[in-house]
């Protein structure tokens, strides 16, 4: 069964450092996102993308995150100067409708 | 504003009852609501959605209700077992094009051998 996949599993930064989220969302499916859980809180939507730009996004999507797809298998969540409120379970998902499939997720921990 | 809420925060149940997980919603114009499991370490899992033009919809030992006029959302799970253990979601699309799900807090269904 296609799932969505996301690297690393786990990823330690210093405040500041740029990070970059990398994501392979199901091979057919055209719409993708981002969204991010703090530990113990709601999972919280960044980023819509489709048509190779964004569609919409939160206003926690600002100037310091990016959303990138490379080619045509990757989907790349980057943040410029990480903060120690980043820290958080960061999850790539993708769909062709309704129904969004989601990644296992990448650990953020900002230091 | 939009919210998406659960009424219990924890559940604990005997294995092979059934257990029935809430969700209130205050979105009125949303068209489409989803419910996922989450196991520890993972993302969340699809388990079965609704559209605003149904109230019932069945799966394989899942069933959710949606009643529109309370604004009221509910996962009846079938003869639970261990490997329902997980926390659950409730998720709603608002109708106003936007792509982006709104996800309640999370309910944690904890079954007991």
């Known amino acids: 069964e296609p799932e969505v996949t996301q690297t690393p599993s786990h990823q330690v930064t210093q405040m500041g450092q740029e990070v970059i989220l990398r994501c392979v969302p199901i091979s057919n499916h055209l719409y993708f996102y981002w969204y991010r859980q703090i530990l113990g809180q709601k999972v919280e939507f960044l980023v819509s993308?489709?048509?190779?730009?964004?569609?919409?996004k939160s206003e926690i999507f600002d100037d310091q995150f990016s959303v990138e797809r490379p080619d045509g298998s990757n989907f790349t969540l980057k943040i410029r100067s990480t903060k120690l409120e980043d820290s958080a379970m960061y999850f790539c998902?993708?769909?062709?409708?309704?129904?969004?499939?989601f990644g296992p997720g990448t650990r953020l921990t900002v230091t | 504003g939009e919210s998406v809420g659960l009424h219990l925060p924890t559940l604990s149940v005997q294995e092979g009852d059934n257990s029935i997980i809430n969700c209130a919603y205050s979105?009125?114009?949303?068209?489409?609501f989803i419910w996922y499991k989450q196991e520890s370490g993972k993302g969340p899992q699809f388990i079965i959605d609704i559209r605003s033009n149904m109230d019932k919809r069945q799966g394989q030992r899942v069933t959710v209700l949606l009643n529109k006029t309370v604004k009221h959302l509910s996962l009846q799970i079938a003869a639970t077992q261990p490997g329902d253990s997980a926390v659950y979601f409730c998720a709603e699309k608002p109708l106003d094009g936007s792509e982006k799900l709104v996800f309640g807090k999370g309910m944690k269904l904890t079954v007991n051998p």
């Open positions: 979105n009125s114009a949303s068209d489409y």
């Open positions: 993308f489709y048509n190779n730009e964004i569609s919409e």
């Open positions: 998902a993708s769909s062709n409708r309704d129904e969004q499939y």
